[in-house]
């Protein structure tokens, strides 16, 4: 079973508006985290933000936040403002346990489009 | 500068050729990782050196070798590949369980012929 899904493929928004990229997960474990990626064309992946499982609050980040329901197991990226340099996949990623390292398992990810 | 860097970004190799990927990191991390990604696919962990000691091997055949001669550097050996094993191969470094961030570099891009 798939520790992470993303349902859907690609995303279209208009400049300015806003977005929410859908993310869900699995785990049996009590202590994790939850992590978005952004990968431009040119292939690195950029640190969005990051939500431990025992946090309370929904994390934010500027113009990202991540609406985290614990009970549900989701983890949506919201960006608000899009911006045309948004444009790109977005990887939604869980960390598991409490090791001196971090293997993160990935999902498939998301195409953002922002159009003019 | 990036904070991890990868060289070559792209490579073109026959089945028959040995060559390596290199990376570099440049932010005193304790933790490097390879990761192959493949069209459609996720991101799949390869291998995990934590403190210069190789922590995790997921599965990964031979024909791949890693290499982490200290906490800076870490090289992916390749020889004898196939062209499914054409994809993008990224090189990732952390520091501690802290929140676990992963710092990626560029990737190396590898078609084999």
């Known amino acids: 079973a798939q520790k992470i899904t993303q349902t859907q493929p690609g995303m279209f928004v208009q400049e300015k508006e806003a977005v929410t990229l859908d993310c869900t997960y699995d785990t049996s474990d009590q202590s994790y985290g939850l992590f978005w990626y952004k990968q431009p064309s040119s292939g690195e992946m950029i640190f969005l933000i990051y939500q431990g499982s025992y946090d309370e609050q929904n994390a934010t980040e500027g113009r990202y936040s991540l609406n985290f329901q614990k009970a549900r197991k989701s983890a949506n990226l919201v960006i608000s403002a899009s911006q045309l340099g948004d444009s790109a996949m977005y990887f939604c990623a869980m960390r598991e346990g409490n090791s001196g390292y971090s293997t993160l398992t990935f999902g498939k990810g998301t195409m953002l489009l922002v159009s003019p | 500068e990036t904070g991890v860097t990868q060289t070559p970004r792209h490579l073109v190799m026959g089945m028959t050729n040995k060559k390596s990927l290199k990376c570099e990191q440049h932010?005193?991390?304790?933790?490097m990782y390879w990761y192959k990604q493949s069209a459609k696919k996720p991101l799949e962990l390869m291998f995990v050196y934590s403190l210069e000691e190789r922590v995790e091997n997921n599965s990964v055949p031979s024909r791949f070798s890693p290499e982490c001669p200290n906490s800076s550097h870490l090289f992916l050996h390749l020889h004898t590949l196939q062209p499914e094993d054409s994809a993008l191969y990224l090189c990732a470094s952390s520091q501690g369980p802290l929140t676990g961030e992963l710092f990626f570099g560029e990737g190396s891009r590898l078609t084999v012929l």
């Open positions: 932010l005193g991390h304790n933790a």
